[in-house]
């Protein structure tokens, strides 16, 4: 079973909001950084947001700047993105990535993946 397990997915009307958790098992979040990626149907897998595990840095796709944030919550072993304003194509499957010791990008390749949560966006 992987160590990172995500939660809070679901269905939701365009407009509305979605607060993701990817929760670490077996591992310690402080050295890790953290991406969050989806991949819709038919689609590459892209990267949304990730946060380097020293300096905290943060990356944002284009598609979802203003709308979605990214944070870390060291004492619970939890990362969390929130999704606000969402849209119908943000639809997709979403996953939680650790690297140890990476940097706030989603350039590069995570090596410990989750399983990952569905996010539906219709009315």
């Known amino acids: 079973q992987s160590p990172l397990v995500e939660s809070g997915g679901g269905l939701v009307q365009p407009g509305g909001s979605l607060r993701l958790s990817c929760t670490l098992s077996r591992l310690t979040l402080e050295y890790y950084a953290i991406g969050w990626f989806r991949q819709a149907p038919g689609k590459e897998r892209e990267g949304v947001s990730c946060v380097g595990s020293s300096d905290g840095t943060t990356y944002y796709a284009d598609s979802v700047k203003g709308r979605f944030t990214i944070s870390r919550d060291n004492a619970k072993n939890t990362v969390y993105l929130q999704m606000n304003d969402l849209k119908p194509e943000d639809t997709a499957v979403y996953y939680c990535?650790?690297?140890?010791?990476?940097?706030?990008?989603?350039?590069?390749?995570?090596?410990?993946w989750g399983q990952g949560t569905q996010v539906t966006v219709s009315s």
């Open positions: 990535a650790a690297e140890w010791y990476g940097v706030g990008s989603c350039s590069y390749e995570y090596d410990i």
